[in-house]
T-cell receptor, first 113, second 115 residues
């Protein structure tokens, strides 16, 4: 158990809908990262937050957004969902320090029908 | 831009034999290198990292990795494979000068250890 929690574990929804994925980082970790893992695209970095502020952006679609709250938990919002958005979504957290590794949550499996 | 290549989609090895999972990288500055393992329906678990110092890094579950700067490689190794090592392995790199600490992952290598 990495100490990073994600809810829900599974999510099934329809095209055009909007969903919110939640992540709670390990105690003391200020950074939260979101990743998408799909069969054809591999593991893709989406976005990073550090202590409430957006720090880096990867291949995140405009239909997707995220935020990190004062208690450091983070939410990833996916809207106007398409079939191709079906994937595993992971969040990871990291303790401050340039050489520290990221610890990953168990993921949320999103299925868009 | 940074990148990671894992040239083998799958590696097959017999239990008890040594295993190697290959990784090569490209970064502008000095690399920070990581290996993660993913078991079915689970998140990625950290195995080991190279930041600086000794080129041979030891990690969890008996795994080790060798950093080779001239070949820009960071291959994962284990002297004696177990069936329970069967999983998906990811190599990742970060440029030490990247303030955002963004990791770039390879495409993953599926390790199959047969009894």
């Amino acid at each position: 158990d990495s100490g990073v929690t994600q809810t829900p574990k599974h999510l099934i929804t329809a095209t055009g809908q909007r969903v919110t994925l939640r992540c709670s980082p390990r105690s003391g970790d200020l950074s939260v990262y979101w990743y998408q893992q799909s069969l054809d695209q591999g593991l893709q970095f989406l976005i990073q937050y550090y202590n409430g502020e957006e720090r880096a952006k990867g291949n995140i679609l405009e239909r997707f957004s995220a935020q990190q709250f004062p208690d450091l938990h983070s939410e990833l919002n996916l809207s106007s969902l398409e079939l191709g958005d079906s994937a595993l979504y992971f969040c990871a957290s990291r303790y401050p320090g340039t050489s520290n590794e990221q610890f990953f949550g168990p993921g949320t499996r999103l299925t868009v029908l | 831009a940074q990148s990671v290549a894992q040239p083998e989609d799958q590696v097959n090895v017999a239990e008890g034999n040594p295993l190697t999972v290959k990784c090569t990288y490209s970064v502008s500055g000095n690399p920070y290198l990581f290996w993660y393992v993913q078991y079915p329906n689970r998140g990625l678990q950290f195995l080991l990292k190279y930041i600086t110092g000794d080129n041979l890094v030891k990690g969890s579950y008996g795994f080790e990795a060798e950093f080779n700067k001239s070949q820009t490689s960071f291959h994962l190794k284990k002297p004696s494979a177990l069936v329970s090592d069967s999983a998906l392995y990811f190599c990742a790199v970060r440029d030490s000068t990247d303030a955002g600490n963004m990791l770039t992952f390879g495409g993953g290598t599926r390790l199959m250890v047969k009894p």
